[in-house]
């Protein structure tokens, strides 16, 4: 007789820890990209995710990165800028970077915003879990949440832009850390 191990998927998710204003359902524009993928370990993906220096290497929407001064890795407290879905450089700041371990998710949240009038200011917060689950996998869940027209707009847009990017980012994050971890 053979035994068959169970795992229970309600134990897996860890969240974004959103702040209030930036709550899915209550911004103008929001989306959720997963994937869960075999093959390589949470801490490999972290190298390229943290480093923002690497992000072009892999993710071709973004582009004009200015990394904090203190060097390359986000880190809580970082201020960077970078361009992305055609705006102009965003200025950012990281609130959460904790690198994953065998015991916790990483996770890695920045603020980005464009000052300007109601047109064109925009808000947002993206948020990342990097984690090792259970079963020899790793999951990779990127959320974003914005505030403003600019944001309404990409809403919108079919097909829809923030939704497929991101996609892209995560696809490129793991093909780029498969090709570094064979």
């Known amino acids: 007789m053979t035994t068959s191990r169970r795992v229970h998927l309600n134990k897996i998710p860890s969240s974004i820890i959103w702040p209030t204003k930036y709550l899915p359902g ?3 524009n929001y989306v959720s990209n997963e994937v869960i993928v075999k093959g390589i370990k949470a801490e490999q993906v972290w190298q390229f995710l943290a480093d923002i220096t690497k992000w072009e290497s892999y993710y071709n929407n973004v582009s004009q990165i200015s990394p904090p001064t203190s060097g390359p890795v986000l880190d ?14 965003l200025q950012s700041e ?8 065998a015991t916790s998710a990483g996770r890695l949240a920045w603020r980005a915003w464009q000052d300007g009038d109601e047109d064109s200011a925009l808000d947002v917060y993206h948020a990342w879990i990097v984690e090792d689950l259970e079963w020899g ?10 505030i403003g027209k600019p944001a309404a707009q990409l809403a919108t847009a079919k097909p829809n832009p923030m939704l497929n990017g991101h996609q892209d980012w995560l696809d ?9 971890y064979p």
């Open 26 to 28: 209550t911004t103008d």
């Open 76 to 89: 809580k407290g970082d201020k960077f800028s970078f361009s992305t879905f055609g705006f102009p450089p």
């Open 94 to 101: 990281v609130l959460e970077s904790v690198a994953p371990s």
């Open 137 to 146: 996998v790793v999951r990779i869940l990127t959320q974003e949440s914005q």
């Open 172 to 180: 490129g994050l793991v093909k780029a850390t498969r090709e570094k």
